[in-house]
């Protein structure tokens, strides 16, 4: 892995109000055949698991309570900008043009961020199958999560963890390795489970595959309101970054975010070049 370095580095959290995309930067496993995500038997933010977060010191993850952290600021930055977005999105993908930009640190930090501050209930969903990594992240068993549920082994109340440290924070995780994840989201039963979590949760962000994978990506855009777009300038490829932006429609386009961008905020160096720069830190 390139990134051995895991403290946290500068988010230069961008979302832009307007859509263009270049001008913007800144439980326990039982089996239940019988309760399928169509079903509503329990709410299941009321009877998921309680589990403590399990996050290695050094990981750029949920850094809300360090003294003055720079890093937590720009994901409060991050959350004002999506609370008070005209299209006023519920359902937030996260994604980016490749592998490793970003986007499981950035759905992580923003999902925590949310549940600080509103006082309704975030949901973490991993939708990334071939390479879910936030159960590895917050300590969390993979399983059951979000694979189980779409494929009516679990009832989604026994897949959705609550977090411990962040009580209006609840994750689903990816759930068990698929053969063809393609085919659990082209399924009658996540668009049934997608207009679920909407009824439950107040803000669902997904981290989602690559937008370069395709098929994938193309199904989580469908049901989402907006998407977030991870740009890592030290990793992330520029061709790759252009052609994937033109991916996302302009009316979903929430914004990007420049990732591990060293004192970008302070520097504020973005306003000369026609990107929006945000100078006051908001909570
Ligand atoms: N802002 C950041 N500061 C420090 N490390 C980061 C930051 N963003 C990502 N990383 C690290 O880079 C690697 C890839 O990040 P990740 O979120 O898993 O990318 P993706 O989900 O896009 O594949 C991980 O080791 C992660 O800890
Ligand atoms: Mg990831």
Redesign the pocket.
């Given at each position: 892995?390139k990134?051995a370095?895991?403290?946290?580095?500068?988010?230069g959290v961008t979302a832009s109000a307007q859509a263009s995309p270049m001008r913007s930067q800144l439980s326990l496993c039982r089996r239940a055949n019988n309760h399928s995500a169509t079903a509503t038997p329990h709410a299941a933010a009321a009877h998921a698991r309680v589990l403590p977060l399990q996050v290695q010191s050094t990981?750029?993850i949920l850094i809300f309570d360090q003294q003055k952290s720079r890093?937590g600021e720009q994901y409060r930055i991050l959350r004002t900008k999506i609370l008070h977005h005209p299209i006023n999105p519920r359902l937030i993908l996260i994604s980016?043009p490749g592998?490793?930009?970003?986007?499981?640190?950035?759905a992580i930090n923003l999902a925590g961020a949310l549940s600080l501050k509103s006082e309704s209930k975030v949901l973490l969903v991993d939708s990334?199958f071939r390479?879910s990594?936030v159960h590895k992240e917050l300590g969390f068993p993979v399983s059951p999560g979000l694979s189980d549920v779409l494929s009516g082994s679990v009832a989604l109340e026994q897949a959705v963890i609550r977090t411990q440290q962040y009580p209006n924070l609840y994750v689903l995780t990816a759930g068990e390795g698929r053969r063809n994840p393609s085919e659990l989201l082209d399924s009658g039963m996540w668009r049934t489970l997608v207009a679920r979590l909407r009824k439950e949760f107040q803000y669902i962000i997904l981290?989602s595959p690559p937008i370069a994978a395709v098929a994938d990506y193309l199904l989580l855009q469908e049901v989402c309101d907006g998407v977030v777009v991870?740009i890592r300038p030290d990793h992330t490829n520029r061709k790759m970054c252009k052609s994937t932006l033109e991916t996302v429609p302009p009316q979903k386009m929430i914004g990007a975010i420049m990732?591990?961008v060293e004192d970008w905020f302070l520097s504020g160096v973005a306003s000369t070049s026609g990107y929006y720069y945000y100078g006051n830190a908001e909570n």
């Open positions: 892995m990134f370095q895991r403290t946290a580095r500068m988010p990981a750029p890093a980016s592998p490793g930009d970003g986007k499981t640190v950035t990334d390479r990594s981290d991870v990732n591990c």
